[in-house]
């Protein structure tokens, strides 16, 4: 029951998901922390670096659990998924090279300089050595996002006795699916991290912080989601479109449809039933579906039952979407409401701070959401169509996997619970500061 | 397309340089990391603003290393890991609570801060063991006997000390005062402990490994290579006469012990790869055999000639921002 291969999968689970929370944050909260240095070195004015002496702390924090998380994912491939690497290492072994020389090295390198080196290079270096670690954050992100891609849409390949061989790296690159879950993923990084960083700073409001730094880093980030929360409405329909033409099975699971249908409706709630191959509680706009993936009232989609046996487990695919797609519309409104009320009135309500508090996370719930649609919905295979997961499966003994895997999860929750008790404690401390302290302190890092 | 035989050379040849500039830089902040005090709060501040900078970027060499294994030798790294696969995840653990600590250490509430201390100190300790730990098994090719668990333990103190002697080393080359002092005692008993390891694996290797005893007693080479355990030995000795000297006036020549034990590193380091050159997986496969498809390792080269330059360009300079004593080092 409990065997190798199934707690492999959910070891292997359970670690990216928990990696996957600190880059979302990092890649777009180090072009935040440009953003604040940059402002700071063209007006001279100190809130700015006070906004960014506050962000740099939590950028910190939440790299340091990247970093740790993120070598845990580099020695999976070999103790959990070791024919994985046998069959498409060709492939997959330099992309993940590559992003180990050209963005790992780069950003680990420029972080010391960024987080120690204020007083020790010229400001001009420091905002650039900002630079080059977001743009090294951005470039982690390009390679494992093409990686991924490529599992799910392959091409560029040609394959020998089940062995994936590399013939054009450019397909491989910049395979079918790429583009979209690049931006998709970028913009879903811009929003998780603008709303932690609206959601801390409507913290600091409650709390009575009456600094401006506050105020200030609130109004950047609404208006970034304000700009991004639609273009991810808009980038991930596009990215549906191009799963229909790739992946016909998993659109099939996200929209719920077990009959090829013309003109099928939009399910706004559903329950799947996989014994009976059949929804129960149905809320529908009817030929929805249809329009926004065929543009056409009438357009078919193809069911599920075409693909009996091949197809991914219905219900975490069609729920995780339904969520990812609830909160990219709860994020456009929250952002746009809160955004012009402060445009129209240049204060929040409490309840709209309150709102913000609840939303600081929200990010986080649709990306994994988003990931569990992407990666679930390509099951059962490994390589979309061509290589199943259970040819894949380690010979570790299931016992010791079942140990690491408590051993891992018991971390990771304490771990979860630290970061996000020490955020809300970070942003508590920053309010009883009354300036920033301007001198060195503990272990070497800004207060 | 280059050919295979050149690019298992080349690749061996870049993963053995990840290793050991793993070994050493890895190695000086987890031996800080296992010496942190844990009643000494300055101390321990300023233990660990000498490694602040440096930590992500020496962790990443580990990641490379992998990495390469993973590219470059795909059949070998699966069989590593899967045998190495409980330790992995200790020290994988023992990583993760020393990363996380560094950074709360410094932002969590004060009542937590000596458990996050302990966990820094922890987390190097386990990390050290466990590397030992399966540099011995994998001298041991993976045999499971008492012997081979015993000889493993054995390492696995032996990496502990090798540690702490090139943190000792650095803490001597960035802290003044009473740390400084601290760590010359440190690095004396680790230099001795050390000592005792290396001696202890250079018997016990050869006698158990048929291969390692004629590579090193059985060729003609082998003869012009035998000096170099020996330099090794006199290098030990002369680290432990240089801190006796410093231990007198520690201002000449407080980098000395630290290059000192680079040097040691280097040796037991090349020691270890000539043993068992060419095999990647001891006694059953050579990195010939174990090599990835050569048209991909081609493509990833471009990268590697590339880069590397680049990587090591802008890690030194990275060293040279914080050139000096840390207590120089001023942040806000
Ligand atoms: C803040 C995060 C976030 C938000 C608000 C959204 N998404 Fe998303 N979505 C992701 C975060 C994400 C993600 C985690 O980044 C995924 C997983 C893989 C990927 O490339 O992006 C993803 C995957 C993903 C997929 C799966 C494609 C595949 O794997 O084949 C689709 C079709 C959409 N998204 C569509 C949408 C739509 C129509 C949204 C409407 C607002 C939306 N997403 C909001
Ligand atoms: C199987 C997948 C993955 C592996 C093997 C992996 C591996 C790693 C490793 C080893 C590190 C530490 C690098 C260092 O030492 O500095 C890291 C950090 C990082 N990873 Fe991943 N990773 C994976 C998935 C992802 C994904 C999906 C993303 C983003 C979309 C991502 C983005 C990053 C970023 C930005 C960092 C820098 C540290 C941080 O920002 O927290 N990784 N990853
Ligand atoms: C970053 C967010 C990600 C999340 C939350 C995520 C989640 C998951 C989940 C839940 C599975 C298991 C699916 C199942 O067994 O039913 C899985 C599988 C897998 N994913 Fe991802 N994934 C992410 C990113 C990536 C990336 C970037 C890569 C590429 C390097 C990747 C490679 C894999 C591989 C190799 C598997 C194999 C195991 C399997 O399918 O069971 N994942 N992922």
Redesign the interface.
């Given at each position: 029951m409990l065997d190798t291969l199934l707690l492999s999968r959910i070891q292997f689970a359970a670690n990216i998901s928990f990696h996957i929370l600190f880059p979302t944050i990092t890649i777009a909260l180090a072009w935040f922390l440009v953003f604040f240095k940059f402002r700071y070195d063209r007006t001279g004015e100190a809130v700015w670096l006070r906004a960014y002496?506050f962000w740099v702390?939590i950028f910190?924090?939440t790299?340091?659990?990247g970093?740790?998380?993120?070598?845990?994912m580099?020695?999976q491939?070999?103790?959990n998924w070791?024919?994985f690497?046998?069959r498409v290492?060709?492939?997959a072994?330099?992309l993940?090279?590559?992003e180990?020389?050209?963005a790992?090295?780069?950003e680990?390198?420029?972080?010391?300089?960024m987080?120690?080196?204020?007083?020790?290079?010229s400001p001009r270096l420091h905002t650039f050595a900002t630079l080059i670690v977001a743009i090294g954050t951005t470039l982690s992100a390009f390679w494992i996002l093409s990686l991924n891609s490529w599992l799910q849409t392959p091409t560029g390949y040609t394959l020998v006795d089940g062995v994936f061989?590399?013939k054009d790296?450019f397909e491989i690159i910049f395979n079918p699916s790429f583009g979209y879950r690049f931006f998709h993923m970028l913009l879903a990084s811009g929003l998780t991290a603008s709303f932690l960083v609206a959601g801390i700073s409507a913290y600091r409001l409650l709390k009575e912080d009456h600094k401006h730094a506050p105020k200030l880093t609130l109004k950047v980030s609404l208006t970034v989601a304000a700009l991004l929360a639609p273009m991810q409405m808009f980038v991930g329909d596009l990215h549906g479109l191009n799963t229909f033409e790739h992946q016909p099975q998993k659109v099939a699971a996200m929209e719920g449809v077990w009959e090829t249908e013309q003109g099928a409706p939009l399910l706004l709630f559903a329950i799947p039933d996989e014994q009976q191959r059949t929804n129960h509680f149905e809320i529908a706009i009817p030929k929805l579906a249809s329009l926004i993936l065929t543009h056409e009232a009438e357009g078919e989609i193809k069911g599920l039952n075409e693909f009996k046996g091949e197809h991914p487990p219905v219900k975490p695919v069609f729920f995780g979407f339904r969520i990812m797609v609830g909160i990219g519309v709860l994020m456009i409104l929250v952002a746009l409401v809160t955004r012009y009320t402060l445009w129209k009135h240049s204060t929040l309500p409490t309840w709209q701070l309150k709102a913000l508090v609840v939303m600081t996370f929200s990010g986080w719930i649709a990306t994994l959401a988003g990931w569990y649609v992407t990666e679930i919905g390509r099951q059962p295979f490994m390589v979309s169509g061509l290589v199943k997961i259970e040819e894949l499966v380690?010979?570790?003994p299931s016992e010791?996997v079942l140990?690491?895997l408590i051993?891992y999860l018991t971390?990771y929750a304490v771990?979860l619970a630290?970061y996000i008790?020490?955020l809300f404690?970070?942003a508590r401390n920053a309010v009883q500061v009354e300036e920033?302290?301007?001198?060195?302190?503990?272990?070497?890092?800004?207060? | 397309m280059f050919s295979a035989e050149y690019l298992a050379l080349l690749y061996s040849a870049l993963m053995a340089l990840a290793i050991i500039v793993y070994a050493v830089l890895d190695g000086y902040d987890l031996g800080v990391g296992i010496l942190l005090p844990g009643n000494n709060k300055p101390a321990?501040?300023t233990m660990?603003?000498s490694i602040?900078?440096?930590w992500?970027?020496n962790?990443?060499w580990?990641?490379?290393a992998?990495?390469?294994?993973?590219?470059?030798f795909?059949?070998a790294?699966?069989i590593?890991?899967?045998a190495l696969?409980?330790p992995?995840?200790f020290m994988?653990?023992g990583?993760?609570l020393r990363?996380?600590a560094?950074?709360?250490?410094?932002?969590?509430?004060t009542r937590y801060r000596q458990t996050w201390d302990r966990c820094f100190k922890l987390g190097s300790l386990i990390t050290a063991f466990t590397q030992g730990y399966m540099l011995g098994l994998y001298v041991m090719s993976f045999e499971h006997s008492l012997a081979s668990h015993l000889f493993a333990t054995l390492s696995g103190v032996g990496v502990i000390a090798a540690y702490t002697l090139i943190g000792a080393g650095w803490l001597i080359m960035k802290c003044e005062g009473e740390i400084q002092s601290a760590a010359i005692r440190w690095c004396r008993l680790s230099n001795l402990i050390a000592l005792l390891g290396v001696l202890a694996v250079s018997v016990v290797n050869p006698l158990i490994n048929a291969y390692v005893q004629t590579r090193w007693f059985g060729t003609e080479i082998s003869l012009l290579l035998l000096p170099l355990p020996l330099i090794c030995m006199v290098l030990f000795v002369i680290q432990d006469r240089v801190l006796v000297k410093l231990n007198r006036n520690p201002s000449h020549g407080c980098w000395l012990p630290f290059a000192i034990t680079v040097m040691i590193f280097l040796l037991c380091f090349f020691g270890l790869v000539y043993s068992f050159f060419p095999y990647v997986v001891p006694g059953t496969l050579t990195i010939f055999e174990a090599l990835?498809?050569p048209?991909?390792?081609t493509?990833?080269l471009y990268?590697?000639v590339l880069?590397?330059p680049a990587?090591i360009g802008?890690?030194l300079f990275?060293y040279r921002?914080?050139w000096g004593k840390t207590q120089d080092?001023?942040?806000?």
């Open positions: 002496r702390k910190a924090l790299f340091a659990l970093v740790v998380s993120g070598i845990t580099s020695f491939f070999g103790t070791p024919g690497m046998e290492g060709n492939i072994g330099p993940l090279g590559y180990v020389l050209t790992f090295f780069m680990a390198t420029f972080l010391g300089i987080l120690f080196g204020m007083k020790r290079v061989y590399p790296w380690t010979n570790v010791h140990l690491t051993g971390l771990l630290a008790k020490t404690y970070t920033y302290q301007t001198t060195p302190v503990q272990g070497g890092q800004y207060v | 321990a501040d660990i603003a602040g900078p440096f992500d970027a962790e990443t580990l990641v490379l992998v990495g390469l294994a993973l590219i470059a795909p059949s790294h699966s590593i890991l899967q696969y409980l992995i995840a994988l653990l990583l993760i990363g996380v560094f950074d709360f250490r410094a932002k969590a509430k990835a498809d048209s991909a390792l493509f990833m990268g590697v880069v590397v990587i802008y890690t990275s921002v914080f080092l001023s942040y806000y």
